[in-house]
């Protein structure tokens, strides 16, 4: 079974241009989620996806960040325009369905350096 | 909201035991989850807890307390690649997501 595919896995910009990452959860997967973990932290959700609907999107500082799922299925994440706070390691997760025992599966992440 | 506190850092000896411990407050809970982390990859499942006691799988158990918000993860006969981040993670009943602690980075030394 394939897994949580993400691209790119770097990424170095500077303050205040755009970037986008993409994933590709596991087929079949019908809740996806963004985290951003910062060196040194636990990975904290920025939005939650069941199937192509919004979940959760509290902690999204929806000034520059943001999120969409096409069809259900693959998913970007937008930041425009980047800061220096931003620099973190953006962690896409899929699972079945949310909640309970369902376990969430990992991609390796995009390290995004923020100069 | 949700408070989550694991130690920082923890240092042990191959072939020791180590339980590294989990307290937690929260409005809502639905389950607790313990991620491994090695530097640089994707967090790894390892445990779900919901009901009070102790799951063991392999070398690796966790165990839960509800009443008294308390995890251990405890890996035995440890070997140099356990070295990584623990992360402890509860399950909010709100929109059942999870809320991750800082991590525990453990050095497994010779």
């Known amino acids: 079974e394939a897994g949580v595919a993400q691209s790119p896995r770097y990424k170095i910009i500077e303050k205040r241009q755009s970037v986008a990452f993409w994933c590709n959860p596991i087929?079949?997967?019908?809740?996806l989620y963004w985290y951003q973990q910062i060196l040194g932290q636990g990975p904290k959700l920025l939005i939650q996806?069941?199937?192509?609907?919004?979940?959760?999107d509290s902690q999204l500082p929806k000034d520059r960040f943001s999120a969409e799922r096409l069809k259900g299925v693959d998913s970007t994440l937008k930041i425009q325009p980047a800061k220096l706070e931003d620099s973190a390691v953006y962690l896409c997760?899929?699972?079945?369905?949310?909640?309970?025992?369902?376990?969430?599966?990992f991609g390796p992440g995009t390290r995004l350096t923020v100069l | 909201g949700q408070n989550i506190d694991q130690p920082t850092e923890m240092t042990a000896t191959e072939g020791a035991i180590v339980q590294i411990n989990c307290t937690y407050q929260?409005?809502?809970?639905?389950?607790l989850f313990w991620y491994q982390q090695h530097a640089g990859e994707a967090p790894t499942f390892l445990s779900y807890n919901v009901l009070d006691g102790l799951e063991e799988k392999g070398r690796f158990s966790s165990f839960l307390s509800r009443s008294k918000g308390y995890s251990y993860l405890l890996l035995k006969e440890l070997q140099m690649k356990d070295s990584a981040s623990y992360l402890c993670a509860i399950v909010n009943t709100g929109f059942q997501k999870l809320v991750f602690g800082t991590g525990t980075r453990l050095l497994v030394s010779p």
């Open positions: 997760a899929s699972s079945l369905v949310a909640g309970g025992n369902n376990e969430q599966f």
């Open positions: 929260t409005s809502g809970f639905n389950g």
């Open positions: 996806f069941q199937n192509n609907g919004v979940v959760d």
């Open positions: 087929s079949g997967h019908a809740t």
